[in-house]
């Protein structure tokens, strides 16, 4: 999540200042990505540099407030008219596998049964937490809630997919020999590019 088009899509709706952008981020997304205060102040530094938002007066408290500028309103429209980018990162799960798969003594079917508990105790408690969201009074945590959801029941197919192919692809004796030679496993594959 960029932080930047998250403050600055707050300042489109609104002048704000630096902890009331932070609790009102934190209530949309149902504090599922909680936001340090340091990180509030060096983001609206930022988008002040590059004219995104306006540094206004101080409030009657003391308050910094701070508006989204005509281009900063342009950015806000163009981020959301455009597709967020697939993840293409680092992903420490499938890593996990690909390397359990090759280094001997790995028990993998033991780590597939673990990670998938782990998955499911996940996608069980945010089952239960949406039973308890009412759309209609709070949309905006729905759809990260269900995001959530959705995000857990992949990892669980990719899991069974992980299983059935270590069950079809490497047979436990092969794995077991390995283990006891101390010889790595040669892994060949093509990169698609």
Not at 39 to 49: G, H, S
Not at 54 to 75: C, I, N, P, S
Not at 86 to 98: S, T, W
Not at 145 to 171: G, K
Request: net charge negative; charged share 25%; aromatic share 6%.
């Amino acid at each position: 999540m960029s932080v930047k088009m998250g403050v600055l899509a707050l300042l489109v709706g609104g002048p704000g200042y630096g902890y009331q952008l932070r609790g009102e981020f934190e209530h949309r997304t149902g504090g599922t990505w909680p936001l340090n205060i340091g990180q509030v102040y060096t983001t609206l530094d930022r988008l002040e540099r590059d004219g995104l938002v306006a540094r206004g007066d101080a409030d009657d408290d003391g308050h910094v407030v701070y508006t989204a500028t005509d281009a900063g309103r342009e950015e806000v429209a163009r981020w959301f008219s455009e597709p967020v980018p697939a993840k293409r990162g680092r992903d420490e799960l499938a890593i996990k596998f690909a390397l359990a798969v090759t280094v001997p003594g790995v028990d993998v079917p033991r780590l597939v049964q673990v990670q998938r508990a782990s998955a499911m105790r996940a996608l069980q408690d945010l089952t239960r937490l949406k039973r308890t969201a009412d759309p209609s009074g709070d949309l905006a945590w729905s759809l990260v809630l269900e995001s959530m959801v959705f995000q857990a029941e992949a990892e669980v197919r990719w899991l069974d997919h992980v299983e059935s192919s270590v069950a079809r692809y490497m047979p436990p004796e092969v794995h077991d020999a390995a283990g006891r030679d101390g010889a790595m496993p040669t892994v060949a594959h093509e990169v698609v590019r």
